[in-house]
């Protein structure tokens, strides 16, 4: 190696784009319809089938998503909704637009996702004093599916419904179902350009509820309808379309929706490859002091994120040094997350450091690793080593 020749960066995560994609966005750019024509459907009817889905609605983005799920579940003013504090904050956010109340639910440290003991127990303590959240959304952390047989079981006895937050894990698998498939009410993913299939900005709503579903189609447009078999009144002519509740427009445009079309047929390969870079780095991270990812033999992850913990062991700066010496060597580090919880906004409503010791002890020590599917054997090599000099072995 050249010291003198910086080495190409390597960021955490990249998009891939085909010939395919590009000609599918270009077809509807030469089409009648730039928006509301058919791709939409078609990529929705096409994710639908891949997560064995009935209802897949999709809008502008993940955070529209989440927000209009809430609302579509019932959430508003005086609600309580818990998420968990590991998470991107459109997670907790999606609360807050309806004037609902956000608490956390701790993590559990080894998945780092939401803990089904810690949700037991405050479900128990809150229902003590009337207290109940009417919807918890749990977050599949990197792509690994939460405990969600477990949650579901919880759901069905305090009385919550599920809003999964899935947008890290398109086309993970749980018990051999796939995400958004089974247990949650609700389930939404993120077609961001950093995840795992892209429109550029994107998001979408999976359901087997045919109610729950309209309500999200209505949401994303105005909260309108223009089939005359759902008005409420007889309309005066064709031309009539009815506004029946306070919508949006988070409506995703033909070009996006083409995209994830695309995208969606390289879903499996593109997983495959994630998987085998997922695997390699567990092989070459064996014998480094850092905590990987978990492997719970039940569940497939979606590997957005190779997050690994830098051992506590080895003390409090040794984060923020491993970190500056991989983006020193052009590696796209990042970390996820921050606590929700610790922001300034989430503390001006009463939350405070220490509120939640799991998540802020993992974010202490975490750093996501480089990860995507085109990523070379010779960048991931290039990483480790990077890895294992900052850590001194
Ligand atoms: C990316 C992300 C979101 C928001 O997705 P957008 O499509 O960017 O709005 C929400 N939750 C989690 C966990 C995310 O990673």
Partial sequence: ?????????????????????IAAVTAVLRSEFLTQGPELPRFEAAFAQLHQVKHAVAVTNAT??????????????????????????????????????????????????????????????????????QVVIPVDFGGLPCDLPEMRALADAFGFKILEDASHATGARLHGQPVGSA????????????????????????????????????????????????MTQVPEGPWVYEQQSLGWNCRMTEMQAALG?????????????????????????????????????????????????????????????????????????????????????????????GDFPAAEAYYSGAISLPLFPQMTAAEQDRVVAVLAMALGV
């Fill in 64 to 133: 529209a998503a989440l927000h209009l799920a809430c609302l579509a579940l019932g959430v508003k003013h005086g609600s309580r909704v818990w998420t968990s504090p590991n998470s991107f904050l459109a997670s907790a956010n999606c609360a807050l637009y309806c004037g609902a109340t956000i608490d956390f639910v701790d993590i559990d440290p080894d998945t780092r996702n939401m803990s089904v003991h810690a949700l037991r127990a405050k479900l128990e303590h809150c229902a003590q004093r009337g207290s109940l959240p």
């Fill in 261 to 353: 079309h695309s995208q969606l047929q390289r879903l499996q390969t593109m997983h495959a490859q994630r998987i085998a870079l997922a695997d390699r780095y567990d092989r070459l991270l064996a014998d480094l002091p850092v905590r990987r990812p978990a492997r719970p033999g039940d569940r497939v992850s979606a590997w957005h994120l190779y997050p690994v913990e830098i051992d506590a062991a080895l003390g409090p700066h040794r984060r923020a040094e491993v970190f500056a010496a991989l983006r020193a060597a052009n590696i796209g580090v990042n970390v996820h997350y921050i606590p929700i919880h610790t922001q300034p906004h989430y503390q001006a409503l009463g939350f405070r450091a």
């Fill in 183 to 230: 247990w949650s009410h609700a389930t939404v993913f993120s077609f961001h350009a950093v995840k795992i299939v892209t429109t550029g900005e994107g998001g979408l709503i999976a359901t087997q509820d045919d109610a729950l579903a309209e309500q999200l189609r209505q949401l994303r447009s105005h909260g309108m309808v223009r089939e005359r078999s759902q």
């Fill in 1 to 21: 190696m050249n010291a003198a020749v910086p080495q190409a960066f390597i960021p955490y995560s990249r998009q891939h784009i085909t010939d395919d994609d």
